[in-house]
């Protein structure tokens, strides 16, 4: 059974950093890519960033320069660094493994609510 949990979310002001983390349970985690979504109020759910199971990663325009997505497959994690803040960067976090193009699974979600 696949398991993903997100955790790290919290309340910070603009121009702060914080740190997410998703563990995952059921797959051969080295072997995955991985992704990380967010979805704010009223909106749809967007990309964030990708890393791949070699470490290569792609960020949304968005938060490109600012988030960095890393992983560390001795822990099955994938972790989102995200540095200077906006509050555009309200949303509740998502990470996504999908294990074919019609089977994807997601977590519970971890919020990030930043304070202007």
């Known amino acids: 059974q696949v398991q993903l949990v997100e955790s790290g979310g919290g309340l910070v002001q603009a121009g702060g950093s914080l740190r997410l983390s998703c563990a995952v349970a059921?797959?051969?985690?080295?072997?995955?890519?991985m992704y990380w979504y967010r979805q704010a109020p009223g909106k749809q759910r967007e990309y964030v960033a990708f890393i791949s199971s070699g470490g290569s990663t792609n960020y949304a325009d968005s938060v490109k320069g600012r988030f960095t997505i890393s992983r560390d497959n001795a822990k099955n994690t994938v972790y989102l660094q995200m540095n200077s803040l906006k509050p555009e960067d309200t949303a509740v976090y998502y990470c996504?493994?999908?294990?074919?193009?019609?089977?994807?699974?997601w977590g519970q979600g971890t919020q990030v609510t930043v304070s202007s």
């Open positions: 996504n493994h999908r294990s074919s193009i019609t089977t994807s699974y």
């Open positions: 059921g797959i051969t985690f080295s072997r995955n890519p």
